[in-house]
């Protein structure tokens, strides 16, 4: 049998990265105590994505697997919206002149900002007041939480714009949020999903007043990033992996993930704080 290819520690070690200097062209980017915030900043249209937005998202949370300042990140919207989705005028207009081949390459590539967002070992803290509608409902559906206010309204408006509901994972992903029936309710309607009905259905963890969500979003995020980075890793890995798994399957899988963790410095540390009555620190290795 030959031997499994190795990973050269060094270029493991080149890939990694700060993403604290970052500089964003389509959205602000700021890191703070190793919480990323992304802000999509177009208040005066709700905050809609166009395709250099769509494309450098996807890029970025695409680089933050190699990040090594960044252990959680929060996703929000400038003013009182979180995104309204494609920009009908740098969007939706062109698309409409496109051929399928084009098209698809299109779908394609939004579709990947998903399997970023999904990818990235960092939770995600989706921030959502106001408008989050089409691909942002998408953005905040690919979460990890959600936090919302009262008057939030999201909205999976595909079929209003006669298109399908099943669109960059919605039919796979909604339903394991809400419920199957729920997701149907949604996507085949395009209806808005008010803020009190979104926290019980479960697409929102909590709510809070709008001058509240930001921080609030920021202080879980900050809760997050100060526990074990790679074991939070390891789950929303697993979290994700196993929704293709048997249950058989899942626990093996666990059974390995946990016996990786359990090799880490900071399960060391949390014995270690435990015995002497501290709280851990944590340093995600």
Known sequence: MNEPDRVDPALAAGN??????YRATHFLWEVKDAVATVTLDRPERKNPL??????????LFGQLKYATDVHAVVVVGAGDNFCSGGDVHEIIGPLVRLRAPELLMFTRMT????????ACPQPIVAAVDGVCAGAGAIVAMSS?????????????????????????????????????GRASELLYTGRSLGGEEGERWGFFNRLF??????????????????????ANGITKTMLHQEWAMTIDQAIEAEA????????????????????????????GN
């Open 144 to 180: 990890d939480i959600r936090l919302g206010t009262a008057r939030s309204k999201t909205a999976f408006l595909f079929n209003r714009v006669g298109l399908a509901g099943c669109d960059m994972g919605a039919c796979a992903i909604l339903p394991r949020i809400i419920g199957q």
């Open 256 to 283: 390995q993930a946990q016996a990786i963790c359990m090799m880490t410095e900071d399960f060391s540390r949390a014995y270690h704080a435990f015995v002497a009555k501290q709280k851990p620190q944590f340093e």
């Open 16 to 21: 990694r990265k700060s993403l604290a200097g």
């Open 50 to 59: 166009t395709f250099d937005s769509y494309a450098e998202l996807r890029d």
């Open 111 to 118: 579709g990947d900002l998903v399997k970023a967002m999904r």
């Open 209 to 230: 007043a709008p001058e509240d969500l930001l921080v609030q979003s920021q202080k879980l995020a900050q809760e997050l990033a100060q526990g074990p980075s790679f």
